[in-house]
């Protein structure tokens, strides 16, 4: 069975600065692994997924996020937040042949002016 | 662009009422799902359809049943709610189901149990 942890519940930041959200999974095999973001009052929105190759993925809006298999992990970063990067994000794993989507309990990031 | 319609946005019922909601997604897709959120934000599947039959049923009470009618609707009705079923219900939809295919949510259905 995998599991997806996230850490951080929330995490606040001035606009302009960097950001990482940390995401752990834990699974023996093949697995896919991906970023979603929930604005408030909305539904998630798809930011972007890895399952081989280069282990740092582009999504959009300017974040990326990086696969380690050595640590479990597969942490979103962006280089400089903006007001509207304020939302909840949450870090989903599936294994090949899953049948569906396990996300993380989700990090909360508020972006002050 | 929203692709995946849920209606209504908001249902306030009280204890024992049953409640049905609706979603269509305009996408094409031949897989659709339900979530359910709760006040944490945590996300449970509840329900997978793909191209109408049921291919994954989560531990979820009885009371919960997703209705079909063609691959482009998934519907839930929750019969007789009780109190912890107050939560945001997320519909979704995929193109086939599989494993590493991007998910498409609607805007979700709070519902408020009293």
């Known amino acids: 069975t995998q599991t997806v942890s996230q850490s951080d519940a929330h995490v606040t930041v001035f606009e302009g600065d960097s950001v990482e959200l940390r995401c752990n999974y834990s699974?023996?095999?093949?697995?896919?692994l991906s970023w979603y973001i929930q604005h408030h009052g909305h539904g998630l929105q798809f930011l972007l997924k890895y399952y081989s190759g280069n282990p740092v993925v582009q999504g959009v809006n300017g974040f990326e996020a990086e696969f380690s298999k050595s640590d479990s992990s597969f942490h979103l970063r962006k280089a400089s937040v903006h007001w509207s990067d304020s939302a909840v994000y949450f870090c989903a794993v599936s294994a090949q042949g899953g049948r569906a989507l396990i996300f993380g309990t989700g990090t909360t990031v508020s972006v002050s002016p | 662009e929203t692709a995946v319609f849920q209606t209504p946005n908001y249902h306030v019922t009280q204890v024992g009422n049953e409640v049905s909601f609706n979603c269509k997604q305009t996408?094409?897709?031949?897989?659709m799902y339900w979530y359910k959120q709760d006040s944490k934000k945590l996300l449970k599947i509840m329900f997978s359809?793909?191209?109408?039959?049921?291919?994954v049923n989560e531990t979820v009470p009885r009371r919960f049943s997703p209705q079909s009618s063609d691959k482009a609707h998934l519907n839930l009705r929750i019969k007789s709610v009780e109190p912890e079923d107050s939560a945001v219900y997320l519909c979704a939809s995929s193109i086939t189901g599989a494993s590493a295919e991007t998910l498409y949510f609607g805007s979700g259905t709070r519902l408020t149990v009293l």
């Open positions: 699974y023996g095999g093949s697995i896919y």
């Open positions: 359809y793909n191209n109408k039959q049921l291919i």
């Open positions: 996408l094409g897709h031949d897989t």
